[in-house]
């Protein structure tokens, strides 16, 4: 078991940018606005020689509906899960009823704590060190989290203040063993309560208001001795880019997660599946040359029967994606979420998988014999050869005497029945003509 090390504060005393800082990433999406960070993030990283577990969490405050009454909720909940708290002040500010609040909050959890007073690079309030030092707390460390002052000192503080099994593994950052799946898809489409219905824990604020989800949330989990790291990430509204400063900020953060995922899910709500936005999405990810799958979620307020309908109105408006697999679940009743893994896996094989170039080029030869290429000039454009140089995505070479003869419908038909074949239906694959004769050939 990893040490777990939470960091808490009021909103807007840099705790992001503090968990930034000792990760040594710029994971945590970073911001001077109140409220900003409404996820609990985690990362495992190596505090000198030892792995930990750390956690940024959202500013505790006093909640105004709902949503932040779960949001604190859940905080606490983290807080007494946790082996060590970093309580972070504000060096610019003078202490507040929240401060106050959040001291009480911490005394009745009896954990170990660190008291950090951040941001205090140049002028700030010196007073707070004398006000923080009456509530009983003891000295604070004083470090500036965005110029990264201090936080060497903070990090010995924190190891004195854990402990470890003498045989503690050491942390490893290979993940190559974890398939990273990006959950994604417009806004309100159920995608955090996915996330919740297959980690089995509330990781994700679920609601009605859109961009619950901010910052991306990524929890590892095992199924069937395999491990995978979901990820849930903010959806999109109205556009692709965000019309705010913020949801660009959240946005961007999306695509990030989308290109450096190795299968993205892309969720929809069955009601509204034939929005434009939607195929804007599947556009994306399929530009980006990602694995996927489409999740239909709420499917329980219909009948089997209308799934068929689905589909073929699905694959008519993303003809791209014609053959995709889709699956049709309800996460907040919890149904579905096994065949979804099952075709997670099987589409994850696919993806990875390598096609002998005795194969290839069978299929290729039987293909453009039976329906041959128009010719170029009065002479036949040969079709010499083919093998697969890559996968995940799939790549091809295929080897011709006129490159600049094949018209681009012959190349859709030839890259179409690629797919066909060779069951890759509604993934990106890269298809590259050469001119060069057939290296096994002295023709």
Known sequence: MTNNIIIVGKPNVGKSSLFNALVKKKLALVDHTPKYTRDIKKRNFLLFDKEVTLIDSPGLFEPKDKIEERIMKYTIDQISKSDLILLVFNAKEQLS???????????????KKIIVLNKTEGNFNSHIIDDIQKLGLGLPILISSAHMKSIDLLEEKILQNLKFEENTKKFSSDTSEKLSIAIVGKTNSGKSTLMNSISGQDISITG??????????????????????????????????GTKRLNKDFIDQTKK????????????????????????????????????????????KYKKIYE?????????LNPQISGLPICFISAKNKVGISSLFREVMNQNLIWRKRISTGKLNSWMENLVKKTPPP?????????????????????????????VAIKSDYKRFLENNIRKKFNLNGLPIKVIYKKSKNPFSQK
């Open 97 to 111: 009823n929240d401060d106050h609040r959040l001291v009480s909050l911490i005394r009745k959890n009896q954990k």
């Open 308 to 316: 068929e309908t689905v589909k073929k109105k699905i694959y008519e």
């Open 208 to 241: 009605s208001k859109p961009y619950l989800t901010r910052d991306a949330v990524e929890i590892t989990i095992e199924r069937k001795k395999l491990n995978f790291k979901i990820i849930d990430t903010a959806g999109f509204s109205k556009d692709l880019s």
């Open 257 to 300: 997660k989308i290109r450096l995922s190795q299968m993205i899910l892309i969720v929809m709500d069955i009601d509204d599946y034939f929005e434009r936005l939607h195929s804007r999405i599947i556009r994306l990810v399929y530009d980006e040359n990602r694995c996927m799958l489409l999740v239909l979620n709420k499917t329980d």
């Open 375 to 403: 010719l170029h000039k009065g002479r036949s454009i040969k079709f010499k050869y083919i093998t697969q140089t890559n996968s995940a995505p799939p790549k091809f070479n295929i080897y011709v005497n006129y490159i």
